[in-house]
């Protein structure tokens, strides 16, 4: 399945990442340091995509925005807080269904240990 295969590519940059940076910094200093270890990779990213709203056949521009799309098949959320909450999970799933995605990865590069930060967040599953 490629999204495993992208998905593996994607923890092992944020494992790089964090290891170079360590926790505590701003989640834009993150996304952007993610991305350019993703490019490095070769991988499409797309960062800070716009999400419109569709609400009733009337697109409503909300402001609301994905972190990482990463070759138009997963969805990257990247956090820096000192715990993953319900809410999280919600917006990520909330982003996927929008995007008619598959996957995405919910990342907290404010861990100890980023691989404890991670949480993979499937469309239509909890």
Same mark, same amino acid.
């Given at each position: 399945?490629?999204? @495993?295969?992208?998905?593996?590519?994607?923890?092992?940059a944020? *494992? %790089?990442? +964090?290891? /170079? #940076?360590?926790?505590?910094? !701003?989640?834009?200093?993150?996304?952007?340091?993610l991305?350019? %270890?993703l490019?490095?990779?070769? #991988? %499409?990213?797309? /960062? /800070?995509?716009?999400?419109?709203?569709?609400?009733?056949?009337?697109? !409503?521009d909300?402001? &609301?925005?994905?972190?990482?799309?990463?070759? @138009?098949?997963?969805?990257?959320?990247?956090?820096?807080v000192?715990? !993953?909450a319900? *809410? +999280?999970?919600? /917006? *990520?799933?909330? &982003? #996927?269904?929008?995007?008619?995605?598959?996957?995405?990865? !919910?990342i @907290?590069?404010?861990?100890?240990?980023v691989?404890?930060g991670?949480?993979?967040?499937? @469309?239509?599953?909890?």
């Open positions: 399945m490629i999204e @495993n295969e992208i998905s593996s590519k994607i923890i092992g944020a *494992i %790089e990442v +964090h290891k /170079q #940076l360590g926790p505590g910094l !701003l989640e834009s200093t993150y996304e952007y340091c991305a350019y %270890e490019k490095l990779l070769g #991988l %499409e990213v797309k /960062q /800070q995509v716009a999400l419109p709203i569709i609400y009733k056949e009337v697109k !409503l909300a402001g &609301y925005r994905i972190d990482l799309i990463v070759e @138009n098949t997963i969805i990257v959320e990247i956090k820096s000192e715990e !993953l319900p *809410i +999280h999970t919600a /917006q *990520i799933l909330t &982003y #996927l269904k929008l995007k008619d995605l598959k996957l995405g990865l !919910l @907290n590069f404010n861990s100890v240990k691989v404890d991670i949480k993979r967040v499937i @469309n239509g599953y909890l």
